[in-house]
């Protein structure tokens, strides 16, 4: 069972958005059902992690109480408390962290800040910007920039993309979805 955590609902961007992949045959529905509310205990412990960011995405994988958890964080110690965290939630029975760390460069730096303030800035994402978690998320690795998280429409979806290609990004990858795709997927899930 896949679960992503995007960019709708946390501390400083961490949004719970859950992408799900189809559940294995064999796997009963009621391991289906524990793993579903685990991984919404997972997310709810990542989602209060207060370090976590519009530059940082994790996705969690988790099956029979084992944890995966995947993504980039922009520094070493966000990596470790988020296993720790994530170790902390009941029914967790073991974490296998594969959780990258984003290079320091101070161009992606600059370049993340810059497409923040361009997309944030930009009257049509003002009602992103003020919520207390923005649900966009700008992962910046050597100069190439990937867009995460959910969006209430596919003009925000491509607004948003364009504002980011606008940057002096060597590449923008729009991997944004819609609500209504994360509804539908979270139904599948289930």
Known sequence: MFRKFSAIGSALGVAIALTAGAANAATSDSTVRKDFQLFKDVAKSVDRYTQF???????????????????????????DD???????VDG?????????????????????????????????????AIMPNPPIHIIVERGRVTLTGVVQSDVDRMLARTLASQSSAFSVTNALKTDAEMRDLNEQSK
């Open 53 to 79: 960011t519009i530059f940082d995405d994790i996705s969690a994988n988790v099956k029979d109480g084992v944890v995966t958890l995947t993504g980039k964080v922009t520094m070493p110690y966000k990596k």
């Open 82 to 88: 988020i296993e720790k965290r994530v170790a902390k």
């Open 92 to 128: 967790v029975r073991s974490v296998n962290d594969q959780i990258a760390v984003l290079p320091v460069s101070q161009f992606d730096e600059q370049l993340r800040y810059r497409i923040a303030r361009s997309i944030y800035g930009n009257s049509n994402f003002w009602n992103y």
